[in-house]
């Protein structure tokens, strides 16, 4: 199970990299954009923070020639273990089968439905980030995809990971992990959401109180409960 940030913000990547095991980014144009900076210093910054852990950036460019042409700068400009993340549209398919061959790594990008997810492992994909929430949002069960490719795939032994992405609910996030994800890709503000109870805040200070109101500080000699 991998837990990747879906983020552009440096100082949140750098907190989640520094608290926690964090498996990468997913960037998008939308994101980004998000940071108004120069956006070639801004993926160096990011590669920096990120410590060899994976980054995956996202082509703006939407025609086969262009997608290619893209794909071969980000990988100049951030190196070779970079995933080129390419929405799976027409041009899209035929760019994630050129570029896998050519020893790229891809991450195919805006799934929605089990097909796409299918044609894109297919093409050469090494992750697929299928939309859980737009799919939901949209009238399908976002969840319920992950379980349909899950299960073709297992089916076909296909290797491809399933990379949730999209998410807008904890419970939308618990249960497509259920179903099968793979990876998953999670804004900040829910990663740190994900990770909270409120009792596991309540049972520390307890544990805290209980053992001041006897010896009066804890081991160490301080007194954190006023
Ligand atoms: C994933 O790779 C995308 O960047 C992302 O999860 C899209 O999420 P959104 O629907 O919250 O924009």
Redesign the pocket.
Same mark, same amino acid.
């Given at each position: 199970m991998e837990y990747l940030l879906?983020s552009a913000d440096v100082n949140s990547i750098k907190e989640a990299v520094e608290l926690y095991t964090l498996h990468g980014i %997913?960037t998008?144009p %939308?994101?980004i954009s998000r940071e108004n900076k120069n956006y070639k210093k801004l993926f160096l910054e990011l590669k920096a923070v990120l410590k060899g852990k994976d980054f995956h950036i996202q082509v703006t460019e939407v025609t086969f020639d262009g997608i290619i042409e893209e794909a071969k700068l980000i990988k100049k400009l951030v190196g070779d273990s970079v995933y080129i993340?390419i929405p799976v549209t027409d041009d899209g398919f035929k760019a994630i089968k050129y570029l896998s061959k050519n020893n790229f790594l891809i991450t195919a990008?805006a799934i929605c439905n089990v097909n796409q997810a299918v044609m894109a492992a297919l093409c050469g994909a090494k992750y697929l980030?299928v939309?859980i929430?737009?799919i939901t949002k949209n009238g399908g069960d976002g969840p319920e995809v992950i379980r349909a490719i899950k299960k073709i795939f297992i089916d076909n032994n296909i290797k491809t990971k399933i990379l949730g992405?999209?998410f807008k609910s904890i419970s939308q996030l618990n249960i497509s992990i259920l179903n099968g994800c793979d990876a998953v %890709?999670i804004?900040p503000e829910m990663f740190k959401k994900m990770l909270f109870s409120e009792i596991t805040k309540k049972s520390v200070g307890k544990f805290t109180e209980d053992f001041e109101s006897v010896y009066g500080v804890n081991t160490t000699g301080r007194n954190l409960i006023k």
């Open positions: 879906d %997913t998008n %939308t994101l993340k990008t980030a939309y929430n737009r992405a999209s %890709t804004n």
